[in-house]
């Protein structure tokens, strides 16, 4: 991502104007300065020189920063394209379980390049399924993840730990044994069937209310015993792995409409698909976690922290924060995630009163309904925590889309700014992308935001 620089003289050429021309620009401050070199003389980056071929073939400056001194680090995030049409997304382990409202890899991996350095460390303060953290070392960087979801934790764990050669064999051979029992289950005969009866699993299982209500009892039977079995991979980390196999192909083969809508519908789930796509899910993943030992090196470190931000968890210092926050009634994901969380044995309860933003605690019609001032005290108290963890003069970036409360638009980004500035963490751009058309219509009612913004906050001044 980093480039080559341009002399005065070279940009005028490209962007096609006399150098003089670009010198008034600079003078007249319609277009940002660009850093220096030893000599005193303006040496443009080839993202910011693009900005300027830009500015003189449409006349005005696309996102021009929101504050008088333009920042050098800042400038090179404008010739990136934000939408990254058609990229590939599910690479290396990125594929390993579905998160409603992921971001692409292409956008921590753009800010990471753009504004840290080898070695250094970045944090994801709502780290999901772990996007930026892997991002984060496969760039060579060390990464720290937090998230009040415990199955946000297991998943990012997954994504981001190397297993060993013996690891990857215990989990090899866990998938030999759940193949045997596939084909015992399709020819319907073997040690799971007993005298033609429907196999029925010695297996712990949630509650009957919720397998009755949500699932066949084909599926029940045989999640029960794939999970049996993964309680006797004796590694943790490639159990692990095996339980975000297993969990991603939860909803899939229950009546859950969706992973982003918690309704009923019947589904025909016949006998082994359970198995089947448990297999191939684990298959997968196991092929993409070899992959990542050649990747990442053992000198960067990912910690997961599971924990209520608002606890203020304890961590170590970073000098990056790359995050997608939730944001007031985007998403419920205690609810797209109840199942999951009732078959790995989580306390789903417990994730539901904490989470920030649920469509549940602003669409309730109690006093206690949530507001937009919610929203604002409960990022106050997080960027508080966060300032003093963040290093001086680093960014913390944060990828917010609008909400709608009460018919009313809200600007995230700008509410976040707003209690940003008078701790000292100043808001220094906003780059508005596109969000991809499959991630539109979580909420029907939210279903017409088509933008996201990045807003980036830099720690500085007062604090
Ligand atoms: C938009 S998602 C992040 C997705 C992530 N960027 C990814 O690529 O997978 C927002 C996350 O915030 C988490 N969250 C909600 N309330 C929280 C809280 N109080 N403390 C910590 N995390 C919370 C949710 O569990 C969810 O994983």
Known sequence: MHSETLTTAEVANLAGVHRDTLLRWLREKVIPEPRRDH??????????????????????????????EFDHDIAKLHGIDWNFEGAKTRYLTHGLHPYPAK??????????????????????????????????????????GIDANPLACLVSRAKTTQLSDAELHE?????????????????NTGDLFFSGRPFQSEGWRPDAKVTDFWFLP???????E????????????????????????????????????????EKQTLVGTTFSKYISQLS??????TELGDIIEDRFKCSVVQSDILEAPETDQFDLVVSSPPYPNAYSYHLYHRLRLLWLGFDDQEFK??????HRKYSSKGKNRATHETFANEFSKIL?????????????????????????????????????????????????????????????KIGKIKTEKILILKNGGRG
Not at 353 to 358: A, F, L, P
Request: aromatic share 6%; glycine share 6%.
């Open 103 to 144: 971001f692409i890899p292409q956008i921590p991996n753009a800010l990471i390049q753009e504004l840290s350095s080898v070695g250094e460390t970045v944090a994801d303060i709502f780290c999901g399924s772990g996007t930026t953290l892997l991002e984060a070392l496969q760039l060579k960087r060390n990464a720290i």
């Open 218 to 224: 084909e599926a029940v039977e045989e999640l029960a």
């Open 384 to 444: 508080k925590w966060l300032k003093p963890r963040l290093a001086q003069g680093r960014y913390a970036c944060l990828v917010v889309g609008d909400s709608t409360l009460d018919g009313q638009r809200i600007d995230n980004a700008q509410l976040i700014s707003d209690v940003a500035l008078p701790l000292g963490l100043v808001d220094v751009d906003r780059i508005e992308r596109e969000i991809a058309p499959t991630r539109k219509a979580f909420n029907p």
């Open 39 to 68: 000599r005193g003389w303006r040496v443009f980056s080839r993202t910011e020189a693009l900005a300027v071929s830009r500015f003189a073939e449409t006349g005005s400056w696309e996102q021009p920063p929101l504050v008088d």
């Open 353 to 358: 009163r904490t989470e920030i933003g649920s």
């Open 226 to 265: 794939i999970l049996l079995q993964i309680r006797k991979v004796e590694s943790c980390k490639a159990r692990n792995l095996c339980l975000s196999a297993f969990s991603a192909i939860i909803v899939s083969v229950s009546k859950q409409d969706s992973d982003t809508r918690y309704v009923r519908r």
């Open 171 to 187: 989990v090899s051979e866990h998938l030999e044994r759940c193949k045997g029992m596939l084909s015992n289950l399709q020819a």
């Open 284 to 289: 997968s993943a196991l092929g993409a976690v």
